[in-house]
């Protein structure tokens, strides 16, 4: 019972002090006490598996981590002004990971505090660069809440206003979703990239060619939808052919989640530009990052300096490349491999037997299971997957819902998850579609 109360009261506190900004999941979300792992612990001492954390990729509370920040908050955190070696420790990690992937392409990293200061800052370093204003961006995409990455996050979902307040130099295509955008064949790549060649020519003829094409490597927001066979790549080609520059947006997709490949531009043979990683980069620790290339970020500094007091700071430097090596030590990107291959062999297994599933998207720990009520006509399965979160829920299971149309279950754990957890996310997963079944 003490539990319960202090459950309510926390409920009421934070309605009361964030009013509607107060985000909340669940009709009576579980008040969290500890996270350990791929599990995070309520105030009633029940363990839930964590399915959608791709913020804590390397697990809750790792001690690695702990140790390394709390010796660093003992010796030394200050202003970023100052100069001290973990500054310089972390860019170079970075850039050494991009350079992996693109042998020589990557020279300089500027530390910031989240994904959408690293998309703000992309996005100007694109436009300073490139001497021009327009962007390119897919629809049904999340970058933000910045002013800049607000422009280009073009959700109706997220951002409802975006229609009549986006400005003028942001230029739509629509997501490259081969499962229910308007290509969905064989030729789709090719034909959502004449999409963005159409977009790019128009631009250059009315005189205002487009200075920068952004989306997420994997699209998060539409359910974690890999881009269909050369569209990236293509896209990349043409966007750089005609003087601009590609900025891949790795905020969730990047650091190895995917398993295939550390960054999801990689996977799909693609060079960026600039690349921005925030979310896994810090492990919940406010931290993100811009890597590109010197003359792109020459070009903003000859404009006006880049400053940012906390970002990049002795305990926010050594807290990223922490995590950066547990990653390799631990060999999480392999483990997302293996693991992720469990789930797709599981989620499809539950496809041949239930209906309800209409599409598996993604890949390692970055899946989406998309629901529909409808094969044939794709009609979204909404207030199933809302009712499934909920129910999942008894099952010490948190899952929620992704894409515009709120029918994804997402599937994006801290990488340390293992196999018996997606086998008991799909065993639960198994008698909670029977009873939607059930009940239709
Ligand atoms: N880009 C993508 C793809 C994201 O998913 C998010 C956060 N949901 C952001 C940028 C913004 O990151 P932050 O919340 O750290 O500002």
């Known amino acids: 019972p003490s539990a319960i ?111 959408s200061e690293a998309v703000d800052l992309a996005l100007r370093m694109a436009q300073v660069f490139s001497g021009r204003r327009g962007v390119i961006v897919p629809r049904e995409a999340y970058h933000g809440w910045t002013f800049a990455s607000d422009a280009v996050s073009t959700s109706a979902f997220d951002n409802p206003s975006a229609a009549e307040n986006r400005p003028d130099w942001v230029h739509l295509v629509d997501a490259p979703n081969a499962y229910r955008g308007p290509f969905r064949g064989e030729d789709a790549g090719e034909q959502y990239l004449a999409q963005v060649r159409e977009q790019l020519d128009s631009l250059a003829a009315e005189g205002r060619p487009a200075g920068a094409f952004i989306c997420e490597s994997v699209l998060g927001n539409a359910g974690g939808v890999i881009p269909p066979e050369g569209y990236l790549a293509g896209v990349y080609e043409a966007v750089r052919a005609q003087g601009g520059v590609a900025i891949a947006d790795e905020v969730q997709v990047g650091l190895g989640r995917l398993g295939a490949a550390y960054w999801g531009a990689a996977m799909q043979d693609a060079r960026p530009d600039i690349i921005c990683v925030a979310k896994a980069a810090g492990n919940a620790f406010p931290i993100g990052a811009v890597i590109t290339r010197r003359e792109i970020l020459d070009a903003l500094a000859d404009e006006g300096m880049f400053f940012s ?24 990107q392999a483990r997302a491999a ?72 997402k599937f994006k754990p801290p990488m340390v998850i293992d196999e018996a957890d997606v086998d008991a996310f799909a065993d639960a997963l198994d008698v909670e579609l029977a009873r939607l079944t059930a009940e239709r």
């Not at 599933?357 to 006509?377: K, M």
């Open 5 to 115: 109360a202090a459950t309510r009261r926390e409920r009421r506190r934070r309605d009361a002090a964030l009013g509607k900004a107060s985000e909340r999941y669940y009709l009576s979300p579980p008040l969290i006490v500890r996270g350990w792992g791929q599990y995070l612990i309520d105030a009633e001492a029940r363990p839930l598996l964590d399915l959608v954390n791709n913020v804590t990729a390397i697990g809750h509370s790792h001690p690695r981590l702990e140790r390394a920040a709390s010796a660093q908050m003992r010796l030394l955190n200050t202003n970023s002004r100052f100069l001290y070696g973990a500054y310089a420790d972390y860019a170079e990690a970075l850039v050494a990971r991009a350079n992996r992937a693109w042998p020589g392409e990557f020279d300089v990293a500027v530390p910031v505090n989240s994904g």
């Open 309 to 332: 007091s906390a970002a990049g700071t002795p305990l926010s430097s050594v807290v990223g490349r922490t995590v950066l090596d547990v990653i390799e030590d631990e060999r999480l």
């Open 338 to 409: 293996r693991v992720g291959a469990r789930f797709s062999a599981r989620m499809s297994e539950l496809a041949q037997r239930h209906e309800w599933i209409g599409a598996v998207h993604g890949i390692g720990l970055y899946q989406g299971v998309e629901l529909v009520r409808d094969r044939e006509t794709l009609e979204p399965a909404t207030e199933e997957v809302a009712l499934l979160c909920e129910r999942m829920l008894p099952h010490g299971m948190i899952v929620q819902p992704a894409s515009e149309r709120q029918n994804v279950l």
